[in-house]
């Protein structure tokens, strides 16, 4: 990556202690937008070294559970030789200098978040180190060569003498900025690469409660609100009678939204809470009041084999390969809604005062909610001053482009004189959406006298997480391209295809789930391989090898079934295999289960990970591990069911998730590194587990489970 003049800038105007370096600037000058302390080198707005050497990373990617902050930290300090233990985290604020390469936002989602910044953030930790050496050199008068760097000190090779880089600041401000330098190799890494566990601030904030996420914002005089939601899905307000609320304790205001919602604001949210039993609201549920998922699941059902389908993917002669095939194989798959359930409740905190106003939340889309929320209180989105928080998890859903919990926080805390913070109850999340969409699909493949697949189709009937959103573009013809992800781009060696998609709408806000449309094109690709192989009288994971395309897929294959003693699994339980590519890498699974008694419990799970270069391991490690957990629940448990327009679950008592006994006795990660593109991880874990779980209970039980959730007997 190439340092050159558009790629910093050097601000004169800034008091004379101070210098920056602005990089991938869209506009000449940018960089003076960032506050800056009188005493503070900040090249990037990523690195702030103070003089006390205090050594700041700004990152504007999130913390979500999914070690972003770790990652991202890793790849800078390794380059800057920075001390680990030392260094601090702050949230950026919204800035264009911190988009995602390529994309007119910041955003933490997709996986991206190593693939996208580990090179930039590596060259800058680079050049800066280099200037400080730079530096240093002059000072004592010697030669690059005879200085080295150190836990955030350049050192004398010669006379072992040190300077702190903080000391050097001064020296460094009027220097002339290197081009093109030379990243390390991967054999002076200290950091990148290796085994680093989440940074120790972090850990120490999290465990003695000091970490701020959302709900735990406090402001000066800060009110609180609840919501009454809509009572079904695209329900109209037609009148409210709030007298009884207006008479309880430390009720401050009630306010009808915008979008057909009413915000309680109170002294205290459980004051708030409690007065929204006491709003007797009239609502008109429209011609939706009467859906149900069983009339859904009949209207998507409709839709399957019609000809008239929008068209994905057509090559080779499908009806011929079917015809000539020795065997067919073919099912229906139904995946039902699911909320993500994260463990933190939605919130934002609000505070409009006039011409500007402060929110604080924790979101995945830091751009756009900025801009929802300025929209709302008319205020120019420069003078929305936007703090982002650690997330309580996410699994997407605080990355929605509708901006929902924001609008909700925006209009409430509209023309008010107080900060408001506007807090979802666990029952708003669940029964409200925005849920992973229901899925139906078909979809059957032919083999040959050889074991060759020689033609698959497939029809995917679900709701366009894309249309009508910032990212519309990716809706085209009718088709998602979320439709697309897995399916079009599956692994194998197939000649023909016949791939049709439709997305019927619905007032049913859909959003995407960790791994978005791979957790449902996975199941259903895996699933049928593993029919193909059984219907081709051939070992799956044999069957696998012969039919796939790329040697990369083989390998990660061979691996699990050396983890997990393929060739001599145990006769007593189930045992399924998987492989699927999402976000740039590939996981394959070896799943052991056992059934009794009409139940099943994974016991043993073996993966293998391809990511192209491991940053941190121990990270992967905690995704997979992470993954496995969390697929457990959706397959066994999970699911949103609609009767008269609504969402029949509540909290956890009815939406069931894994429980600790659920998980596997052992789980058990590897990782090759192919040098191939670096992919992302914190999703990648979910699509295949779907998968090898499906089919170890053929495995043990000689049944195809095609719906979910998984229920025996």
């Not at 940053?615 to 009767?643: C, D, M, R, W």
Request: glycine content about 8%; aromatic content about 10%; hydrophobic content about 35%.
């Amino acid at each position: 990556m190439s340092l050159n003049r558009r790629g910093f800038i050097k601000n004169t105007t800034l008091v004379s202690s101070a210098f920056i370096i602005g990089f991938n600037l869209p506009i000449k000058g940018m960089a003076a937008k960032i506050e800056k302390k009188s005493e503070t080198l900040a090249p990037n707005a990523f690195i702030k070294i103070d003089k006390d050497n205090t050594v700041t990373f700004i990152l504007g990617q999130v913390e979500m559970g999914q070690g972003a902050y770790t990652g991202i930290a890793q790849c800078i300090a390794d380059e800057l030789d920075a001390k680990w233990e030392e260094i601090i985290f702050e949230p950026a604020p919204v800035n264009d200098v911190y988009n995602i390469p390529g994309m007119p936002m910041m955003l933490t989602g997709g996986s991206m978040s190593i693939k996208t910044q580990q090179q930039r953030v590596r060259q800058v930790g680079a050049t800066l180190r280099y200037m400080l050496k730079q530096a240093a050199a002059k000072k004592w008068q010697v030669r690059m060569y005879d200085v080295s760097t150190k836990d955030s000190y350049v050192i004398n090779n010669r006379t072992k003498e040190k300077l702190s880089y903080g000391s050097l600041i001064e020296d460094i401000k009027d220097m002339k900025l290197p081009a093109d330098v030379k990243l390390k190799d991967s054999k002076d890494h200290n950091l990148i690469g290796k085994r680093v566990k989440r940074h120790p601030i972090e850990v120490e904030e999290k465990i003695t409660g000091q970490a701020k996420f959302g709900i735990d914002v406090r402001l000066p005089n800060m009110k609180y609100a609840a919501l009454v939601q809509p009572v079904s899905f695209g329900a109209k307000i037609v009148s409210f009678d709030d007298s009884k609320a207006k008479k309880m304790p430390g009720i401050i205001k009630i306010k009808k939204l915008p979008n057909e919602k009413i915000a309680i604001i109170a002294e205290h949210w459980y004051q708030a809470k409690e007065a929204i039993s006491k709003i007797d609201v009239k609502w008109d549920k429209g011609e939706f009041g009467n859906t149900s998922t069983s009339t859904l699941e009949k209207e998507y059902k409709s839709y399957l084999d019609k000809n008239d389908l929008p068209q994905m993917k057509k090559d080779g002669d499908t009806q011929k390969a079917f015809k000539d095939a020795k065997s067919v194989v073919e099912a229906e798959y139904s995946f039902p809604f699911l909320a993500h359930a994260a463990m933190e409740p939605l919130n934002c905190t609000v505070h409009h005062q006039g011409k500007k106003a402060y929110m604080s939340v924790g979101g995945q889309f830091q751009t756009a909610y900025r801009a929802a929320c300025a929209k709302i209180l008319g205020v120019d989105e420069e003078n929305v001053e936007y703090y982002n928080n650690y997330l309580g998890s996410s699994f997407g859903r605080r990355a929605n482009p509708k901006s929902d919990f924001v609008e909700d926080a925006a209009y409430t805390a509209h023309n008010e004189p107080w900060p408001v913070m506007t807090l979802w109850t666990r029952e708003d999340d669940i029964k409200m959406g925005y849920y992973r969409p229901m899925t139906i699909s078909k979809g059957k493949m032919a083999i040959d006298e050889e074991g060759n697949i020689t033609a698959f189709k497939a029809d995917i009937i679900n709701q366009s997480l894309l249309k009508g959103t910032f990212f519309g573009g990716g809706y085209k013809d009718g088709i998602d391209s979320t439709q697309r992800e897995g399916l079009e781009s599956h692994p194998y060696k197939i000649e023909s295809h016949d791939l049709k998609a439709f997305c019927p709408d619905s007032p049913v806000p859909v959003l995407w789930l960790r791994s978005v449309g791979h957790t449902v094109s996975a199941p259903i690709v895996e699933n049928l391989i593993d029919q193909a192989a059984k219907a081709a009288n051939m070992d799956p994971l044999d069957f696998r090898i012969k039919n796939l395309e790329s040697p990369r897929f083989v390998k990660l294959l061979e691996n699990v079934a050396k983890q997990s003693d393929w060739k001599n699994r145990e006769k007593n339980s189930g045992y399924g295999v998987a492989i699927a590519e999402s976000f740039g890498s590939i996981v394959a699974y070896v799943v052991k289960v056992k059934v009794e008694n009409n139940d099943y419990r994974v016991e043993k799970v073996w993966s293998c990970v391809d990511c192209g270069m491991a940053i941190n391991p121990h990270g992967i490690e905690n995704q997979i591990e992470s993954a496995v957990n969390f697929t457990i629940g959706y397959i066994k448990y999970a699911q949103i069911t609609l009767e008269n327009g609504a969402a029949v679950q509540n909290n956890f008592y009815d939406y069931e998730v894994n429980r600790i006994t659920d998980a596997p006795d052992s789980i058990s990660v590897e990782i090759i590194n192919s040098g191939e593109k670096i992919g992302g991880v914190g999703e990648i874990g979910v699509p295949p587990m779907f998968a090898a779980t499906m089919n170890a209970l053929y495995d043990a039980t000689g049944k195809r489970y095609t719906n979910f959730p998984i229920k025996l007997g």
